[in-house]
């Protein structure tokens, strides 16, 4: 019985296990780069405030646009959980909602890392990495519930969503972290 469990515990990482990965490495990161400087400033150069703890249920977060349209017009959405740039180099995060038919068209971004997990659905994610002598590595891979994706700064990506109208919207729990 004791071994079932520590085999348990070895296998078993959800998403809490994520958010506390991602956190960590962001808070170690912002101690390095950040020890002497106690004023913030998001990319508007406006003061941000540091967030004190905080819970949320998620049926209870405002659904709202993200900055991407599909090719019909539709915006993909998103749960806003912690709003950009509160803490430094924190672009937010998020829970972002792709419907039937809804694509993220291919773009990249200069200096941000894009983290997702997904929690529910199936998407294929289309990621280029920086043209190296001309050649262009791109990988195309099918996700679903469980799965993670890491994309640098300069690879371009694009989410193309479920396409049957009767598959589960794919949902995705999303940071960005900004190198600036």
């Given amino acids: 019985m004791m071994r079932l469990e520590k085999q348990r515990s070895k296998t078993s990482f959800t998403a809490t296990h994520l958010v506390a990965v991602l956190l960590l490495g962001y808070l170690l990161g912002y101690y390095r780069g950040n020890r002497s400087s106690s004023k913030i400033r998001d990319s508007n150069n406006q003061k941000s405030t ?11 977060v405002p659904v709202r646009s993200t900055a ?3 090719d019909q017009g539709r915006p993909i959405t998103k749960q806003q959980l912690i709003n950009p ?4 180099r924190l672009a937010g ?3 972002a909602t792709l419907e039937s038919g809804q694509t993220v068209a291919k773009h990249e971004h200069d200096s941000m890392h894009e983290f997702f997990f997904i929690l529910q659905g199936k998407a ?3 990621v280029a990495k920086a043209a190296v002598k001309g050649a262009i590595d791109q990988q195309v891979v099918t996700v679903s519930k469980g799965s993670f994706v890491h994309c640098a ?3 371009t990506h694009e989410i193309v ?3 049957d109208p009767n598959e589960e919207p794919l949902k995705m729990f999303v940071v960005g972290v900004t190198l600036d």
């Fill in 50 to 60: 540091l967030v004190s703890g905080s819970f949320q249920q998620l049926e209870s």
């Fill in 93 to 95: 995060i998020s829970v």
């Fill in 124 to 126: 294929t994610f289309r």
């Fill in 68 to 70: 991407h349209v599909d």
């Fill in 161 to 163: 969503g479920p396409s």
């Fill in 85 to 88: 740039f509160v803490l430094p």
């Fill in 153 to 155: 700064p300069h690879e």
